[in-house]
């Protein structure tokens, strides 16, 4: 699945699908719309997204899934960049009704079994066995948000008087996702229906995902970068800047989830890029959003780990191209990313796309960085390409055609 560009020095591979991304549109356009968000992604070589429901408002009926679709097309028409999208239909107790009436436009139901950002819930058993069941008549996918609502009301008002970010880790403990993870289990084998449990970030969720598939389950597990890469350690240095929902976990829960992508329990890499203000993130605890941007470096974080022999080039591009297919039942296309694999570049603000300028990041040497992004047959400079590159390369593509472009394949 990979091929060398003659005098180019780069690799050719399968273009990047981020299943799981808030691109902020309708309602939160200060933080990112799908003009800067589609060139943060191109910059990554991601080609495909799959973005969430939790906007102002939610995208929870069959209208808003149209206005908002209309709203991403004018942007990336506006953009120039032709950005494959799939979105999430969002799980709300008022409208779970609309869930037969877009079964057929959206990729998954999805359930915040705990309140995060945006206001969506379904925190009772009666309505989530309503949603899991009518999610089984449309033949959907689910989606959850793994965090039991009562645990999370229980410890908020536990730790009522912290004030360090810190505690945002106690807040949000690891048995609420425990506990939600064991109830969608179980609704997914009372109903057979398949379940794709996002942004994994303990060892404990990790052995019930393992359980589960061995006894046969239609369930799939995600895990995001910055689960993989930062640790409640991290707290001290960056502050809200890397508070998110989940939050982050024990260093022994890093590495039981590289203990999962090792043996094939997680299925695929998410980056939940969800961006904020530098501003907003400035805030004291209590008051800044929860939510980090991750879609531009996604492809460079995980190179690196390639080169550190976390886990090799094939079992990357599983998880984050051909098992997102699968699951999502996506069409197979011949986008690309083109990658200089010995490139070492350090991550800096200045050179992100993204509307929010920043990254926790920033500052970290990485070794294999995209250079060229291949979409629908257009050549997008990447994070280390150059204008000039660029033009050579189209001028290759263009004056081979399709025999040559059968290659990368």
């Known amino acids: 699945m990979s091929v060398c560009i003659e005098g180019k020095n780069l690799i050719a591979l399968p273009a990047l699908i981020d299943p799981h991304v808030h691109f902020r549109v309708p309602?939160?356009?200060?933080?990112e719309d799908w003009r800067t968000a589609a060139r943060a992604a191109v910059r990554g070589g991601v080609t495909t997204v799959c973005e969430m429901p939790n906007n102002q408002p939610p995208c929870t009926t069959h209208d808003r899934l149209i206005e908002k679709m209309k709203l991403?097309?004018?942007?990336?028409?506006?953009?120039?960049?032709?950005?494959?999208?799939n979105l999430y239909f969002g799980a709300d107790q008022d409208h779970l009704e609309e869930i037969a009436h877009v079964s057929q436009m959206c990729k998954a139901l999805?359930?915040?079994?705990?309140?995060?950002?945006?206001?969506?819930?379904?925190?009772?058993?009666?309505?989530?066995?309503?949603?899991?069941?009518?999610a089984k008549q449309a033949g959907m996918l689910v989606a959850v948000h793994a965090e039991d609502e009562a645990i999370l009301r229980e410890a908020k008002q536990r730790y009522a008087h912290a004030d360090q970010f810190s505690f945002h880790s106690k807040i949000r403990p690891r048995e609420a996702a425990v506990r939600a993870v064991e109830k969608a289990l179980n609704l997914c084998a009372r109903f057979d229906v398949p379940l794709y449990v996002l942004h994994m970030s303990t060892r404990e969720e990790l052995e019930?995902?393992?359980?589960?598939?061995?006894?046969?389950?239609?369930?799939?597990a995600e895990v995001t970068t910055h689960h993989l890469f930062l640790s409640e350690n991290d707290y001290q240095h960056y502050g809200g800047f890397v508070q998110m929902n989940p939050p982050l976990r024990t260093l022994s829960d890093q590495e039981a989830l590289w203990e999962g992508i090792q043996d094939g329990t997680i299925d695929t890499l998410g980056t939940d890029h969800a961006p904020h203000t530098i501003e907003e993130k400035k805030l004291p605890f209590g008051k800044a959003p929860s939510g980090i941007p991750g879609v531009e470096t996604l492809l460079p974080l995980m190179l690196d780990a390639v080169h550190r022999g976390r886990l090799t080039l094939k079992r990357l591009m599983e998880l984050v191209r051909f098992n997102s297919e699968k699951i999502f039942q996506l069409t197979p296309h011949d986008d690309l990313v083109l990658v200089d694999l010995e490139l070492e570049c350090e991550v800096r603000?200045?050179?992100?796309?993204?509307?929010?300028?920043?990254?926790?990041?920033?500052?970290?040497?990485?070794?294999?960085?995209?250079?060229y992004t291949i979409l629908k047959g257009q050549v997008f400079e990447a994070s280390q390409g150059t204008p000039e590159g660029k033009q050579q390369l189209e001028a290759y593509l263009h004056a081979y055609g399709g025999d040559k472009l059968a290659l990368f394949r």
């Open 110 to 134: 999805k359930i915040f079994m705990g309140c995060s950002t945006g206001g969506l819930v379904i925190d009772s058993d009666a309505d989530l066995e309503k949603a899991f069941g009518l």
């Open 208 to 220: 019930l995902i393992k359980q589960a598939k061995k006894a046969g389950l239609p369930v799939y």
């Open 72 to 85: 991403i097309d004018m942007q990336l028409q506006q953009a120039g960049i032709p950005l494959r999208y």
């Open 27 to 31: 309602g939160a356009e200060h933080k």
């Open 349 to 371: 603000a200045e050179n992100l796309a993204s509307k929010c300028g920043w990254s926790p990041y920033c500052g970290r040497i990485l070794r294999g960085w995209p250079v």
